[in-house]
């Protein structure tokens, strides 16, 4: 069974910076492509950014050059790299690994950006 936890989430200040942690059981995260999302109030949930089993990397525009995703396979662990944070980056975050024509979330973290 896949099992995802998030953590690392918070509030900060705006231009400041968080790490999210994704924890994976049930499955390696090197294998598969690893995902972060997000949704804000009101609004649909959004792709932040997404790291393929080949190490390709997507980022949403509004992240780009801010957000950073990046796996650690010995602790099978996923990241994303806040930076310069702003309140337009307030949602709660979710971690997904797609695995094998199936997705698997966590439970998703919250972040706030306000000053």
């Known amino acids: 069974q896949v099992q995802l936890v998030e953590s690392g989430g918070g509030l900060v200040q705006p231009g400041g910076s968080l790490r999210l942690s994704c924890a994976a059981s049930?499955?390696?995260?090197?294998?598969?492509?690893m995902g972060w999302y997000r949704q804000a109030p009101g609004k649909q949930r959004e792709l932040v950014a997404r790291i393929s089993s080949g190490d390709t990397t997507t980022y949403a525009d509004s992240v780009k050059g801010r957000f950073s995703i990046s796996r650690d396979n010995a602790k099978n662990m996923a990241y994303l790299q806040m930076n310069s944070l702003k309140p337009d980056d307030t949602a709660v975050y979710y971690c997904?690994?797609?695995?094998?024509?199936?997705?698997?979330w966590g439970q998703g973290t919250q972040v706030t950006v306000s000053s």
């Open positions: 049930g499955s390696s995260v090197s294998s598969y492509a």
């Open positions: 997904n690994q797609e695995r094998r024509g199936a997705v698997y």
